[in-house]
């Protein structure tokens, strides 16, 4: 499988590659020519653009921290703490509906209303103090409550509390993960404005590559935890019997590392240039800049 994977995964690759170089090219604003792009023009932006800098660092840690959360982790969580593996495709389909509507409301509420910085500041804080709930909840209430024997959901205190938590908790989250995109185009213009250089895709990329090496590791993370909780030639699967070690590291990969990385958003939003104000002035300069050409 592994071989297969890996082959056919190359194999695409290089046809993406081979159909894209021929359009691997910008065109600049104040020459009207298309200029190919360099390392030397990509190590210039990450090291001199701070927008992207502090967008890079504040979304690859998200991502980072949600994908720690694998199928492995769901298993600890529901089979093993709550003792029914069922209970998870149950719970998620009667949370995701209501968390889509959540997050697109969330989305373009605090967007329009206090600019992309700060919708994506209130959505880490409250990301941060839902899932500091939650983490709460599954530690000192009793999840096995949830378990009706029969392989159902049972009504009661824990059940009502894990939904509507986790419904709250993917409104905020999916304000700081949904306005990411548009935070990048912002990222673009505020390097036409620090350079006169219009370069959408460049942002792309570098956001995606550094983005895909840092989440990358997020196995990594989960491996070397259950690693060190004794699970070093297996993981654990729904006939692995209970024990708090168990509990903590499925209770952390959840909802611990997700707090810990949305920490990093505010750190990285404390640096972040592109309030809602200067962003009105960068787009004063674009303008300036495109009537010129």
């Not at 592994?2 to 021929?22: H, K, L, N, Q």
């Not at 389909?93 to 509420?109: D, E, Q, R």
């Not at 939003?269 to 104000?277: A, D, G, H, S, V």
């Amino acid at each position: 499988m592994w071989i297969i994977v890996a082959a056919a995964s190359a194999a695409c690759t290089a046809i993406a590659v081979i159909s894209i170089a021929p359009k691997d090219r910008i065109e600049f604003f104040g020459t009207g020519k298309p200029v190919k792009l360099g390392l030397k023009d990509y190590w210039d932006t990450l090291k001199n653009n701070r927008a992207i800098q502090m967008l890079v660092i504040s979304a690859s840690s998200d991502k980072l921290a949600s994908a720690a959360k694998t199928s492995v982790i769901t298993v600890i969580m529901f089979a093993i703490v709550a003792g029914e593996n069922r209970l998870s495709g149950i719970l998620t389909g009667m949370t995701t509906v209501p968390v889509m509507i959540l997050s697109v409301l969330c989305v373009g509420a605090l967007a329009t209303k206090l600019g992309q910085r700060k919708a994506m500041l209130y959505g880490s804080i409250g990301g941060i103090v839902f899932n500091a709930l939650l983490a709460v909840l599954w530690l000192f209430g009793n999840p096995s409550s949830m378990n009706n024997g029969n392989g159902g959901l049972h009504w009661g205190f824990f059940a009502v509390a894990h939904i509507v938590l986790t419904v709250i908790v993917g409104g905020f989250q999916g304000v700081s993960g949904n306005i990411v995109i548009p935070m990048t185009a912002d990222c673009a213009d505020y390097e036409v404005y620090r350079t006169g250089k219009y370069v959408p895709g460049m942002m792309g990329t570098l956001f995606s590559f550094v983005d895909k090496i840092i989440s990358s590791l997020a196995p990594l993370i989960a491996s070397l935890m259950l690693s060190a909780i004794g699970f070093k030639t297996e993981v654990p699967d729904i006939n692995t019997p209970y024990s708090t070690s168990l509990h903590y590291v499925g209770v952390f990969l959840s909802y611990g590392i997700v707090i810990i990385g949305l920490l990093f958003n505010l750190v990285a939003l404390k640096y972040y240039p592109l309030t809602k104000e200067k962003m009105e002035e960068i787009q004063e300069k674009v303008a300036e800049i495109k009537a010129k050409v």
